[in-house]
């Protein structure tokens, strides 16, 4: 079956433009999450969506990011008013359960370059 | 001090070596533990969870040291293609708080030489 995607692969946008990443989970996963990555850093957290529950956003850096998830499947990330500091590569993870044996499935990532 | 650290490496080795990882948390409350694959330019994959009694998947072995707080990965007989970076990553569920995020360390790369 399909993987998790995402897209664009790559964006280049100019500092101070919107920009907005899809990600289509897993058909069937519950739960969706959002990472990002600089380069040569660890993997960021960024947000976290479970079914119906309230989303655990303790990881998004600043007020000018948000996420929806739109009826439990896909989910947009976006990034308003965006810095040189936000280029990374955006990556989607979806799993079937949370716990001990819950595997994430990542996607190939959004490459971010804000210029 | 970082929640989940890792020696970056690079490990450099031969085929056929034996070599391992350790990873240390700092948040005794860490319920779940995993390593993670990232090869270059790609996402990670899960490579194996990681059990409290210590689990082994073909030639990795992954251990857990609850007492210690640290994680260690073993990979047995070293292949070319197990060259990548592995992460190392730690779960703290707060369901009351409706946490429920992974914590990835930066990783450990990995470079298996002919």
């Known amino acids: 079956g399909a993987g998790v995607s995402q897209s664009p692969s790559n964006k280049v946008t100019e500092k101070g433009k919107d920009v907005e990443l899809r990600c289509d989970p897993i058909s069937g996963h519950t739960a969706l999450y959002w990472y990002r990555q600089s380069l040569g850093q660890g993997l960021e957290f960024l947000i976290y969506f479970q079914g119906n529950s309230a989303p655990d956003k303790s990881g998004l850096p600043s007020d000018r990011f948000s996420a929806e998830r739109t009826g439990g499947s896909v989910s947009t990330l976006t990034i308003q008013r965006t810095q040189q500091e936000d280029s990374a590569v955006y990556l989607c993870a979806s799993s079937s359960k949370t716990g001990s044996r819950e595997t994430q499935y990542f996607g190939p990532g959004t490459r971010l370059l804000v210029l | 001090r970082k929640e989940v650290e890792q020696d970056p490496g690079p490990f450099n080795v031969p085929e056929g070596a034996t070599v391992a990882f350790n990873c240390t948390y700092s948040n005794s409350a860490s319920q779940s533990f995993f390593w993670y694959r990232q090869d270059c330019r790609k996402e990670p994959k899960l490579l194996m969870s990681?059990?409290?009694s210590g689990n082994e998947d073909g030639r990795f072995t992954a251990q857990l040291n609850r007492a210690s707080q640290y994680i260690s990965l073993l990979i047995r007989d070293s292949k070319l293609s197990d060259s990548a970076t592995y992460l190392c990553?730690?779960?703290?569920?707060?369901?009351?708080?409706?946490?429920?995020?992974?914590?990835f360390g930066k990783g450990t790369k990995l470079s298996v030489i002919p």
């Open positions: 990681v059990y409290s």
């Open positions: 990553v730690v779960r703290i569920i707060d369901s009351g708080a409706g946490s429920y995020q992974l914590t």
